[in-house]
């Protein structure tokens, strides 16, 4: 298991009527989480792509127990549960700044080769830095 923390500050036009963070707004913060943590381990989406892979979303829920605020500073702690393979998944947590969490969240992404366009396993790249950095 490997798990990095991120800070997010909620910003005004991210809040909707009710003057809550805006639901959807959520996926935004996670990308931010998840490419911290990969950036944490000397890995970029940048790098992944230039060695030929992509990582689309092809699944995401989230459980929303409290809702965020303006100006609300977030620390999203997004961690690697399971050792990557044609898939990886990361798992969110969301807390404010008085340590409550606001939600919990999961988004599985699958390694797509770029040239084939189809799934393939996770790259030793990303692998080995895996098994060395593991928390």
Known sequence: MYS????????YGETDQMKYAYYGIYAQYFEV??????R??????????E??????????????????FYDDELT?????????SVKIIFNYKTYNE??????????????????????????ELLLNKFKKEKK
Do not use: M, W
């Open 33 to 38: 989480g998840r490419v911290e943590l990969l």
């Open 98 to 123: 008085n340590g409550e969490l606001l939600n919990t969240a999961e988004t599985t992404l699958v390694f797509i080769d770029i040239k084939t366009g189809k799934p393939c396993q996770a790259p």
């Open 51 to 68: 060695e030929g892979y992509f990582l689309p979303v092809v699944n995401f829920k989230i459980h929303y127990k409290k809702p965020a």
């Open 4 to 11: 990095f923390e991120t800070k997010i500050r909620v910003r």
């Open 76 to 84: 999203i702690e997004t961690t690697i549960k399971v050792k990557p």
């Open 40 to 49: 944490s381990l000397g890995i970029s989406y940048k790098k992944l792509e």
